[in-house]
Structure formats: C-alpha cells, structure tokens
C-alpha cells in the first residue's frame, strides 16, 4: 500500500513539491495525499512548507485566485462567501450538514448529529470525486498548540482554496518542522476539503454542503463550503477529534480563551473563558489593560498536579459586528492599520471595508456578500440584506495584537487559576459570581450554562438554548461522560482553578441592560483579586458575589467612576424564582436527553435548591446583596 503511495505521488507531483513531502518520512501522510489526489483529481499539488516563500506564494494566490481581493490599505483583503438568500448562504457554520460519522453500535448520544460512517463516507466522497480538477490542491502543515510541546498536536490540511490556504497561516503555528519530528507516527489530524463548484471563486453548491468528521479515522471531510468555520479544519472541525483525543489521555479540549489578568504589583493571573458565540468572549479576551493568549480555543492538561493551558491557535477569527474604537480599541486598531487582515463578508466601498456597528455611518451601497448592495435590499425571500453580515469576520494574526501575553507561546502552557463561564441571559444570573468549589462551578456554571438568541438569528429574542460550557456544538464524547472529565480533571489538582460564571446581558424590569459594556474590565479584576484572597465576598445560595465596597473601588479605578450602591442592588439582586426555574430546566434536559449523567450533577442542583428554597423563607423572592451581606 505504502509503495503504491509513493509511486501515486511520484506521477502527480512535480519534483520540487515530491522531494518536499517524500522529506516527511510518514506513510500514512503519504497515502493520505496520494488518496486525495487520486480522489479530488487536482491539475497540481503545491506542498506548502512553513519557508518564508511559500507561506507568501499562498497569499499571492488567493489574491490571484479571485478568493481575496486587496483593499485600500496595506496587506487588507477581503473574502465573500457564498449566498443566495437567508435560507441558503454559506456565512456561518452548518450545524444541519456537520455530522459525525460513527460506526455501527457506537451511540454518542440523542444532542449528537450523527450519519453512519460507511454511507457518509460514501456520499462525501462522490461530492469530492473530481472536485479539483482545474484546481490546485494545497498541502498544508500546522501544530495545534505551541510546537515541541506536550500539548501540540500535528495536522495535515489538504484544499483547493487558496483563501482557506492563507487563513490558516494567520490562524495556525506552522508545522511543517514539526512533522519531520514525527517520523512515521499515525498520530496527527487529517482534513479534506474542497470549495467544489465555483462561480466567480465563490462555492455555489450549497445544497452539496457537506462536513463530515470520521472520529474512527481521526479525519475530517469538507466540500461545497468556503465559510472558515466549515472548512479551516483545525478550528472547530479538528476541536470535535481533540475532544475524544482528550477523554482518551485525560486532558480537556475546550471552547475557551485564555488570558492573562493583570493585579497589584504586577501579578498576572491566568484565566480560561468559554462563552457561547457572540456573548463577549473575544472581546473579554483582548481587553486593554490585559494580556491575550487566545479567544478562541484551549487544551487543558494537569501538569504536575497544576491545571496548565496553552492557546490551539496563533491567530483570531472574530466576530467583526459591534467592534468599535470606544468598546475594542485593541482590535479596531489593528482593523484600521496596515498589516495582514482578511476581511470576510464585509460591506466595501471604494477599497475601505465597512461593518455593522463600527461606530460611524455605513455608505448607501457597495459590495457585499449578496453583490452590488444597495440600502434597504431584499433577497429573493423578502429579508433583508443587511450591509454586513452579522456574522462577518476577521482573521489576524495575534502577533498584530498590542496586549498579546509574553508567555502566548509557552510550550509549557500557563497556569490557570480561574475559569470564566458566560453566557446572554436577560433575567437570572448575577454579573459575576463565584462558585463554592470546583463541582459546583463545572455543574451550575458550566454544565448548566445556557444562552439566549437574538432577534437577528431566530426571529424571535430571548429563547434560551442549553450550551453546556458552551461546547455543545462540538463535544465529540457522550455528555454525561464529558461532564465527568470535567469533574475528574479538578478533583486531583493542587488548588484547582475557581469557577467563575458572569452575565454581561442581564436586564431590568425595563427591559434595559444593567450594565455598560466595559464593566467586564471590574468583573475581570475582582475574579483576579479572589484567586488570592485578597477580597472578601457576599455568600448568597448561588454562590460568592463582591461586596459594594470592593466594586466602588475597583469601578474608580479601572473605569474612573462611581459606582452607586442603588448600581449594585440593582444588579447583584438575587433572582430566586429565575434561578429555581434554571434549576428545573436544566435537571430536565440531564434527565431526559442525557443517559450518563453522574448522580453528583443532580446532588449539586438539588442542594443549590434548597439552599435558595431556605432564603426564598426568610428574605422573599427577590433579595437584595446588602440583605445578604448582613
Ligand atoms: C464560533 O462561532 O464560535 C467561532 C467561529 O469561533 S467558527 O470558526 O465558525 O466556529
Ligand atoms: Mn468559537
């Protein structure tokens, strides 16, 4: 099999492109391609190293290609993804059309989407079959994690698109160096993918949209799709293979960033984050004042008893909308200065890419992800175009970041003593609260985390969606087993990591937020402030909240105002009919779509119950914080 690889290879490959991959002495990588090219049919094979040249070469062809076109200032590109009208479009990730492929008697639960494996690996193959010719196909090499480290994991991507190509340089560590390191070990990531049927280097098969992820053969399929999400493996398609990866070693994949939180005489305190999308996680992530490692995607390990995290990434694909200088200016400077920025699904005009919410006025027309756009255009069915998409995004790299954190690319990771859970919840949870101990936090903070959509996505605002550690989307591993990890990997640590959870989206009787946009920057550093006892806290049912007088302070001197204690019995108001009926809900979904939840979970609820039944007796429904604080 091996001899016939190679001689595959030695057919269709050229020389210089042949010596470069034969330079990786690995048998499956070999069959891996020679299938692949076999398979896709490309007109040539460009095996990417991680030189200088060739990560330039990708750049040039995507702009070449028509996948990227370049915009007025230095090294800005922007990309569109395909669209046809609301209901088929290619701009975010297709959970409908992302599946795991299982074999026969492998259950992963009721949450899970899930195909048999041999017919999807049938059906995505006749939808790659061929689906490169005229194309090249792109070898690429990466490290998840930091290179050289207990935590990186090597893997290969294989497209015909040059955009996807040259996102992922921006997004990855390189790692060709590292597979010459490999040797001939079977153990690395694989992905496919083609964009299929172009029109104008947009994918226009949406309908043969297909993301498929064999979790026997650790390797994942994409075809007909160019949104990143769906295609750049090693982001969320990879994060589903790293999870079962993990259960199997005993470590964590998560949804999470990491970052550095900045405290009194220079102390900096590492925490992990995992909020839903679009509930604040990149922006908490770079806020000015603290150090970034990454917003997006973290691997946990114990190292010598101590919970150790390391960024998967080396770049940022973030949620454009909203970004403004007042609310980001770490990001909106690197947006609006020269340097490598891949704008995508943008509204641009006269080579200056606009977006929702950038704090000035859109123009009244320009190209976006539908065309020519004009203000007030509809689709075909009657919606709104509006002039960037929601979901539009850049890609950078966090070396253009001002705040990245010296220790972003540590192979020994950073130590993390906080973990943040965050999810859009109007009307229950406080801004920020601390659980009493590490099961409680994965259980009521984590396990339990729920988040609310907006009008923008369902038509309908508020409706709450069950986002345990806000991972659903990718956990790979039956739920109650998952939960379970979670659970284990603190029970054995030397002072694990606190549990936090924060609520940047509570409202009042109103309807109003409670709370401005920048108070995250006082949640971060009185989270930071706890880890070292160096505040005390309100004890309340749901867990430790701050004191007023240790927010007044913090308030001046972060954000350089007063924070009124009417401010604060407002916010920190503990909701207890709100927090009994999450309670419910939550118990619900464990009981009745979840098989292996541990008996530890329900214990947990059940005394939150009734410690919140207790208080309900003695205070009432709604009780305030300085009731509490006695
Ligand atoms: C998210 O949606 O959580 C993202 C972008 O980070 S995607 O790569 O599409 O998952
Ligand atoms: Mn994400």
Known sequence: ??????SLLRERLDDENLQKLMALRNSKLHCFVAEAVELCDPDSVFVVTDSAEDVARVRRLAIEL????????????????????????????????????????MHLGAKLNTADREEGLVEVRSYLRNAMAGKQMFVRFFSLGPTGSVFSISGVQLTDSAYVAHSEDLLFRPG???FRELGNSADFFRVLHSAGELESSVSVNMEGKRIYIDIQDECVYSVNTQYAGNTIGFKKLCLRLAIRKADREGWLSEHMFVMGVHGPGRRVTYFTGAFPSFCGKTSTAMLPGETIIGDDLAYLRNIDDEARAVNVENGIFGVIANVG????????????????????????????????????????????????????MKDPLGREVTASHKNARYTVRLSELANLDERANDPAGVPIRGIIYGGRDSDTSVPVRQSFHWAHGVIINGAGLESESTAATL?????????????????????????????????????????????????GKDGAYLNGIQDKRV?????????????????????????????????????????????????????????????????????????DTPQVFFDVLAAQRKRLLAAQTKHGDYISPLTLAG
């Open 1 to 6: 099999m091996a001899k016939d690889c190679e």
């Open 66 to 105: 028509g996948e990227e076109t370049p915009l007025a200032t230095d090294g800005h590109t922007v990309h569109f993804d395909g669209f046809r009208d609301h209901l088929c479009n290619d701009q975010s990730r297709d959970r409908e059309n992302t599946k795991y492929l299982v074999p026969p008697r």
């Open 176 to 178: 060709y160096e590292q």
């Open 325 to 376: 200088p007042d609310d980001d200016p770490v990001i909106y400077d690197v947006l609006t200065k020269p340097g490598e920025v891949i704008f995508s699904n943008v509204l641009v005009r006269g080579g200056v890419p606009y977006w929702l919410g950038m704090g000035r006025d859109l123009p009244a027309d320009g190209t976006n992800y539908a065309g020519r756009w004009t203000a007030g």
């Open 459 to 507: 038509g309908q605002e508020g409706v709450r969606s069950f986002q345990p550690m806000s991972n659903l989307d990718f956990v790979s591993i039956p739920l109650g087993r998952y939960v379970q990890n979670h659970l284990d990997f603190g029970e054995v640590l030397t002072g694990p990591p606190l549990i936090f959870a924060v609520n940047y989206f509570l409202k």
């Open 523 to 595: 949640w971060v550093k009185w989270m930071e402030l706890r880890v070292h006892g160096d505040v005390g806290s309100v004890v309340t049912p749901v867990g430790h909240i701050p004191r007023h007088e240790d927010l007044q302070r913090l308030f001046r001197e972060v954000l350089g105002r007063e924070y009124t204690e009417a401010e604060y019995v407002q916010q920190f108001t503990l909701r207890i009919p709100e927090n009994l009926k999450k309670l419910e809900r939550v118990s619900e979904i464990y009981r009745t779509q979840v098989s």
